[in-house]
């Protein structure tokens, strides 16, 4: 009887009698035994002996215990009764198994009168006294056909004469499930079906049965107890309440080891994937790193005029993370040199080969556009260009360095020669004015629908230009351009109202206007190379946007010129040394619009036995920051000897090196 409806409890009103049963089940109520009145002795047991005399009657009227209206009065003795009749009645049809019945079974009526029955004593003695009801032959046993026939008169009973209980106890055990009640009793008993199961055993069956004394407790009275009693129950149910507040206290802390357990386990399993992302941030950057130390092409960033070189990908879809140019790879090309500008970009190859893609003016390619189209074809020529394609005219050279400008290009050959093509309009291809020159034709530009003189095709720059020596570096602002010679010569081309060609206010510029009909569209440029009269050699020069730097080859001289770097102040119009640069050794310099990155120098020192190293990098904004000078000239100085070491430091570095 265990299982799911082991601890089933039922609500009083589904307990409650009928009302019409309730006269009959309270008029044989028995007192308690500790509490019961002297006077009442002869009143003890007069509700068994009415239902005992209830049932001698039932197996004298029927023998198969289905009663008439007539026989059921005559069980109850009230047959000769008219005051009783009309109850007598009620209680006949409530029993009734259907409204057209015309018998009862008196079982049932005696099953549900001995359990509903206040009168029949506590719980053993209830479960005794329906056993000797079914005990018709008084053996003291029953069998296991007798045992069905108690547990089916039983609930069938109770059904009809409670108010309630018929739909749960129709869940909790259905009629079909007699046999199998019956069939776990005796195996509960140690019984094969054909023995007889004694009354002892049947009472022990029953409160072992939650299912069971659940039902009768609600019909048995509950006695009061005593002091003695009453102080053993208290104890009883004190040393449950600790002993649950112990268990509660023993499973919190069971609980708060496990979750502090699994909060190392995630601590160590958070710890662990980021060590392996981080793992795997480090592979693929070391891997990006030498495919780009083999000449591979990584592009990531905004693709809205195709500049990632990326044939197949979406315009307007940014490349979040660094992602390998296709084309190159395929044809096992190696890169060696890179250059970007707003719209478009280049590259040049291991093999001396240029190549450029992007969206700008369709001659800053370097290739030929007929009048019907591209080269060599009658379609138009594409307003983007996401994949790189070859600068044919200069397959003859050996290109070494491309530089780009807004809507001009720049190469620089092994031998020193400098080409240049595109948009001329600023004089910034150092080819001559544009006016009344023939080397000029204007083209369309479908980005920005305005027409620009254009070269289309790359167009060598005479040696004479830069007084015959070889240039050895090129780079291009957005309208102008610079040149490094052998010699650590600087010139410089192009537009320069910034001041970004160095030459000061000098009254040799060009003056040209954007459109002769809009007042203060003028502008200055040198349509030509020109020189710019510097105190030592440079060794590197850097443009970004309007802006420059030169840095001379000691390293010990960082100059700038052009606009005010979006720092408060007017444009430098001549060389101009940067204090806080000139004072860190700075190996090269990249400048970007709004902002530089220099690499400075490295060196290792040993003073007082510790021996560290200390890197020194300088990168400023809108506003250079004041950068710390810990290392004295001497001290980076080449052939300095070790001995002279130890003045080259500052006096508070030493003393810091003295206390470590």
Not at 261 to 287: G, Y
Not at 511 to 520: A, K, R, S
Not at 535 to 541: K, L, W
Not at 634 to 659: C, D, F, H, T
Request: charged share 20%; glycine share 8%; proline share 4%.
């Amino acid at each position: 009887m265990g299982g799911k409806f082991s601890q089933v409890h039922y609500r009083e009103r589904d307990t409650a009698v009928v009302s019409d049963f309730d006269l009959l089940v309270q008029c044989w109520y028995v007192y308690p035994t500790k509490l019961r009145p002297a006077f009442i002795t002869e009143h003890i047991h007069r509700g068994k002996v009415e239902l005992e005399t209830i049932s001698t009657q039932l197996r004298r009227i029927s023998f198969n215990f289905c009663l008439t209206r007539e026989h059921f009065q005559e069980m109850l003795q009230l047959h000769h009764n008219d005051l009783f009749r009309p109850v007598a009645h009620r209680w006949f049809h409530h029993f009734k198994n259907t409204d057209t019945s015309t018998i009862v079974n008196g079982l049932e009526f005696v099953a549900a009168l001995a359990i509903a029955s206040t009168g029949t004593g506590k719980l053993v003695e209830k479960v005794g006294f329906l056993f000797d009801l079914f005990d018709f032959d008084q053996s003291g046993c029953l069998t296991k056909d007798e045992l069905m026939i108690l547990l089916k008169s039983s609930v069938r009973g109770l059904t009809k004469l409670t108010q309630g209980l018929g739909l749960q106890l129709a869940k909790l055990c259905p009629m079909a499930q007699i046999e199998d009640l019956a069939a776990v009793c005796f195996r509960h008993c140690g019984l094969d079906p054909s023995d007889d199961l004694r009354r002892d055993a049947f009472i022990h069956w029953v409160q072992c049965t939650p299912k069971l004394t659940n039902l009768l407790k609600c019909y048995v009275s509950k006695d009061k107890l005593t002091r003695d009693e009453a102080a053993v129950s208290i104890q009883r149910v004190a040393r449950g309440m600790l002993g649950r507040n112990f268990v509660d206290e023993l499973r919190l802390h069971k609980q708060l080891l496990q979750n502090q357990e699994l909060d190392v386990a995630a601590t160590k399993i958070q710890e662990a994937m980021l060590n392996r992302k981080k793992r795997q941030e480090t592979i693929r950057r070391s891997k990006v790193e030498r495919n780009a130390s083999s000449g591979a092409i990584y592009s990531f960033g905004a693709n809205t005029h195709g500049l990632l070189g990326h044939e197949f990908h979406e315009l307007d879809k940014p490349v979040k993370d660094p992602k390998l140019n296709a084309f190159f790879k395929h044809a096992d090309l190696r890169v060696v040199s890179v250059a970007s500008s707003l719209v478009h970009a280049a590259a040049v190859t291991s093999s001396g080969v240029a190549y450029t893609w992007g969206a700008c003016a369709p001659g800053a390619f370097g290739t030929v556009f007929s009048k019907g189209g591209a080269a060599g074809g009658g379609s138009p020529p594409d307003v983007v260009r996401p994949c790189p394609q070859r600068v044919d005219d200069l397959s003859t050279v050996q290109v070494t360095a491309v530089a780009l400008g807004a809507r001009h290009s720049m190469a620089l050959t092994s031998d020193g020669v400098v080409y240049s093509w595109g948009s001329g309009e600023f004089g910034q291809l150092g080819h001559g004015d544009i006016v009344n020159n023939e080397l000029f034709q204007h083209q369309f530009d479908p980005h920005t629908s305005r027409s620009y003189p254009m070269i289309d095709l790359p167009l060598r720059l005479d040696k004479s230009l830069f007084d015959e020596i070889q240039i050895k570096q090129i780079a291009c602002g957005y309208y102008f351009s610079v040149a490094l010679a052998e010699d650590g010569c600087v010139y410089t081309w192009g537009e320069g109202s910034d001041g970004q060609l160095g030459l000061g206010l000098s009254d040799d510029f060009h003056v040209g206007f954007l459109d002769e009909f809009i007042h203060q569209s003028n502008f200055t440029y040198m349509p030509t190379p020109q020189y710019i009269h510097l105190d030592e050699p440079m060794g590197h020069v850097a443009v970004g946007g309007n802006h420059v730097f030169a840095v001379s080859r000691s390293h010990r001289t960082v100059l700038e010129w052009g606009a005010a770097f979006r720092r408060d102040g007017d444009p430098i119009y001549l060389p101009t040394p940067n204090a806080a640069l000139s004072a860190l050794y700075v190996k090269s310099i990249s400048v970007g619009k709004d902002f530089a990155l220099a690499i400075t120098g490295c060196v290792y020192l040993k003073l007082s036995g510790c021996e560290c190293m200390y890197g020194l990098t300088a990168a400023f904004g809108t506003q250079p920051v004041d950068l710390y000078v810990g290392l004295s000239a001497p001290l980076i100085a080449a052939g300095v000897p070790k001995a002279k070491l130890a003045y080259a430091v500052k006096e508070e570095w030493s003393q810091k090196v003295r206390e470590t």
